[in-house]
């Protein structure tokens, strides 16, 4: 079975400095990584994901992620947070023997404070 | 730009009645997914769809909920009769279809049961 963890219900960052939430995933076959963000009374909006090559994504908004097979991991950074990106940020793992059941994470608070 | 839209974009009801919520997938998708958001839960997954086939509803309640696709630009979420409990945002997403694909939300649907 597949599964997500983040282990961090909410983070606080400055705004102009780096941010970092933390996704941990756990499948059988290989994974599929996905980071949506999702606003106040909106749906989930994509901003990257991880198939296979390059360990280190780049998605939108200046967002990239890092890819760890040993750790399991898919920490979601940026080098410079904005107040804009406050939001909940959530991660989700599809493994390829599963067909396109995607399994997401409980989500994580961003603040950027001013 | 296209979008997957769905109505009614709120919805109070009271306990007992019929609520019916639709989502128009974006044109050329063939997986459809219904989810649903609660602060408790989190997101769940009820059901998805591939090519207006249900491929997996195990996450819906089967005695209340139903979930269709009459036709390819159509899908369906019913609960007959609803609950308070069934009080929550629920989204629909469809995506390509592909080995990894990304799934895009819609805005989701706020229902309140009284």
């Known amino acids: 079975a597949q599964s997500v963890a983040q282990p961090e219900d909410q983070v606080n960052v400055a705004e102009g400095n780096p941010l970092t939430v933390k996704c941990t995933y756990s499948v059988s076959g290989n994974p599929y990584l996905f980071w949506y963000v999702q606003y106040p009374n909106r749906g989930l909006q994509f901003l990257l994901k991880y198939i296979t090559g390059d360990n280190l994504v780049k998605g939108s908004y200046g967002f990239e992620a890092e890819f760890n097979k040993s750790q399991t991991s898919f920490h979601l950074k940026k080098p410079s947070a904005l107040v804009s990106d406050s939001a909940l940020y959530f991660c989700a793992v599809r493994d390829d023997n599963y067909g396109q059941n995607f399994v997401f994470g409980p989500g994580t608070r961003l603040s950027v404070l001013p | 730009d296209a979008r997957v839209t769905q109505t009614p974009r709120h919805k109070v009801t009271e306990m007992g009645q019929e609520v019916t919520m639709r989502c128009q997938p974006i044109l050329g998708h063939n997986t459809v997914f219904w989810y649903r958001q609660t602060m408790m839960q989190g997101l769940e997954l009820l059901a998805y769809?591939?090519?207006?086939?249900?491929?997996?509803d195990s996450g819906m309640p089967k005695d209340r909920f139903s979930a269709e696709m009459p036709d390819a630009t159509l899908a369906t979420l019913k609960i007959q009769p609803s609950e308070p409990r069934d009080s929550a945002v629920y989204f629909c997403?469809?995506?390509?279809?592909?080995?990894?694909?990304?799934?895009?939300f819609g805005p989701g649907t706020r229902l309140t049961v009284l």
């Open positions: 997403a469809s995506g390509p279809g592909g080995g990894a694909d990304t799934q895009y």
């Open positions: 769809f591939r090519n207006r086939a249900p491929l997996d």
